[in-house]
C-alpha cells in the first residue's frame, strides 16, 4: 500500500540558512500535519491543512511556514535556521472519510550547523 | 494539558502478550482512543483507535472500559520487532484535530 513520502530524508543545513521540506499524502488523503520531534522528545504538533487552507497551527515558529497544493502535496519551508531547529520532521496524512487516523511518513531528519 | 497517563515503561517476553494500559479519565463523549507506536527514530506508526467497544485488527486489540476512563493495548504475541515507545491518544475524530503526544510507554521485549 502506498506511503507519505518525505523527501530528503537527511538535510544539513547552516545556521541562518533556509530549508524546504516536502511531504507526498497517501493518495486520496486530502489533510496534512506536520510534526517536530527534537532530540530525546516527544512529536510536538507544528501545523496542518485541509483542502490546502491551514486548519490548525501548534507551536510552530514564525521563521517557518508551510502550504498545501492543489496536489494536496505539502512543503514546509524554514527560514533563519537555528541549531534548535535540529530534529525530525514528520508528515502525516489522513484520509477524507471515516475515523480520520493519521498515517505517518518516514521524516526528513534535519541537522543545523 | 496532558489528558491520558500511560507507565513510563514495561518489559515483555518474547511470545507472550503485552498489556498497556492508558488512563483518561477526562476523556469527553466525542473523544476516541487512538493507539500509535514509534520505532527508534520511525515515523508514529498507527495501531488501532476506538470509540467505546472493543476493537481488534491484524496488530493488536484495544479494551475500553464502560465508563471509558481507561483503555488497555494488547499486542497478543510480543516480538522483538515489537519494542518502541506506545502512546495512548485521545482525540476528536477530525481533520481539525492533531495528535498530541505526551509521554508513552518504553516497551522493550525480551528475548
Known amino acids: 500500500a502506498a506511503g507519505v513520502i518525505q523527501s530528503p530524508r537527511h538535510l544539513i543545513k547552516e545556521k541562518r540558512e533556509t530549508a524546504t521540506l516536502k511531504c507526498y499524502p497517501i493518495p486520496r488523503h486530502d489533510t496534512v500535519y506536520w510534526y517536530q520531534q527534537g532530540p530525546g522528545q516527544d512529536p510536538q504538533f507544528l501545523i496542518s491543512?485541509?483542502?490546502?487552507?491551514?486548519?490548525d497551527k501548534g507551536s510552530i515558529p514564525d521563521r517557518f511556514s508551510a502550504q498545501q497544493f492543489s496536489d494536496y502535496h505539502s512543503e514546509l519551508n524554514m527560514s533563519s535556521l537555528e541549531l534548535g531547529d535540529s530534529a525530525l520532521y514528520f508528515c502525516?496524512?489522513?484520509?477524507?472519510?471515516?475515523?480520520?487516523?493519521?498515517?505517518f511518513g518516514p521524516g526528513t531528519r534535519l541537522t543545523v550547523t | 494539558d496532558a489528558k491520558t497517563t500511560q507507565p513510563p515503561s514495561m518489559d515483555c517476553a518474547e511470545g507472550r502478550a503485552a498489556n498497556l494500559p492508558c488512563n483518561h479519565s477526562t476523556i469527553s463523549g466525542n473523544e476516541y482512543v487512538y493507539w500509535y507506536r514509534q520505532i527508534h527514530s520511525q515515523g508514529p506508526q498507527y495501531i488501532i483507535h476506538?470509540?467505546?467497544n472493543n476493537e481488534t485488527n491484524e496488530m493488536a486489540s484495544l479494551i475500553i472500559t464502560e465508563d471509558r476512563k481507561s483503555s488497555t493495548l494488547i499486542l497478543p504475541h510480543a516480538t522483538l520487532r515489537d519494542t518502541a515507545v506506545y502512546y495512548c491518544i485521545v482525540r476528536v475524530a477530525s481533520n481539525d484535530y492533531k495528535l498530541s503526544f505526551g509521554a508513552g510507554t518504553t516497551v522493550t521485549v525480551r528475548a
Open positions: 502525516a496524512s489522513s484520509p477524507r472519510t471515516g475515523d480520520y487516523e493519521q498515517y
Open positions: 476506538g470509540l467505546k
Open positions: 491543512f485541509y483542502e490546502k487552507m491551514q486548519s
